[in-house]
């Protein structure tokens, strides 16, 4: 059976798709977002280590589909009174997209929704493996200057639209989601170009996720510098007229945690 690289499991989640689900992290990314909460997903699909505590803590567990349903399915009676589900993420969760198939697809059999959470950014076969058992996929949009996206994160964004675009034409519910990182996608031409993007597209709801810093600490444990340490959180008069621009182009905005 296909095994996959876990580094969390987290219960009662009311932010990633509809209801109180249990989302999966799946270990890897090919990006570098520099406001990532999760750096310790970056990279390979492989274990690593931090220091916490001043103990060595090993990162990523190697999980059966089994092993992971186990774990989900305590939680069932959650999912089946709030519409809730299981929700897989990361770091990214295309880069095992095959452990993630085969998950979707026994967590669907057993009658439960499913989630994905992904920025799109590999080639399109990997999102294909997944869309089929997959019934809402919350789709991160960041930064939409093909140049800036590349220099800044590491993405394509030609890849990242046909993503979202094959996504789009799948039978899943598929919500873009926009990170409110200041600087980085708070730019105005940055929310217009999504904005227009989007609209195209025919999407009426989008979600933002307003910048958090719950994750620095892990920088420090990672013995990397966090460059937005320093970066304060938005205002909510800021959030508001970001919100109230996406309105204002009749897109539905609902303001939502950040993954
Ligand atoms: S895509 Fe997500 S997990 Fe990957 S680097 Fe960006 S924020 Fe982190």
Redesign the pocket.
């Known amino acids: 059976m296909t095994r996959g690289l876990v580094f969390n499991i987290q219960r009662y989640s009311i932010h990633d798709g509809t209801g109180i689900r249990t989302i999966v992290f799946l270990k890897g990314?090919p990006?570098?977002?520099p406001?990532?909460?999760?750096?310790e997903?970056?990279g390979s699909v492989r274990t690593s280590v931090w220091m916490k505590n001043g103990a060595e803590e090993s990162l990523g567990k190697w999980m059966s589909v089994d092993d992971v349903l186990h774990e989900v399915e305590k939680n069932e009676i959650f999912y089946r009174t709030s519409n809730g589900g299981v929700t897989l993420s990361?770091?990214?969760v295309l880069m095992q997209a095959d452990f993630a198939a085969e998950l979707l697809k026994e967590v669907k059999a057993l009658g439960i929704n499913t989630a994905i959470e992904t920025?799109g950014?590999l080639p399109l076969k990997q999102i294909r493996k997944v869309l089929h058992y997959t019934d809402q996929v919350l789709f991160?949009l960041k930064i939409m200057n093909p140049d800036k996206a590349r220099q800044i994160?590491g993405e394509k964004i030609g890849m990242i639209k046909q993503n979202f675009e094959e996504a789009l034409n799948s039978t899943a519910r598929v919500i873009p989601r926009v990170p409110l990182i200041p600087g980085y996608t708070t730019p105005l031409e940055n929310l217009r170009q999504i904005g227009n993007y989007v609209t195209g597209l025919g999407i009426e709801e989008i979600h933002i996720l307003p910048f958090h810093q719950y994750g620095s600490s892990k920088y420090h444990y990672l013995k990397r510098s966090y460059h937005l340490k320093d970066t304060p959180l938005l205002k909510q008069e800021e959030i508001n007229t970001i919100k109230e621009f996406f309105e204002s182009a009749h897109i539905k905005t609902v303001v939502s945690g950040l993954g």
Do not use: Y
Request: aromatic fraction near 6%; hydrophobic fraction near 20%.
């Open positions: 990314c990006l570098k977002c406001w990532c909460s999760n750096p997903s970056q990361g770091g990214e920025t950014a991160d994160i």
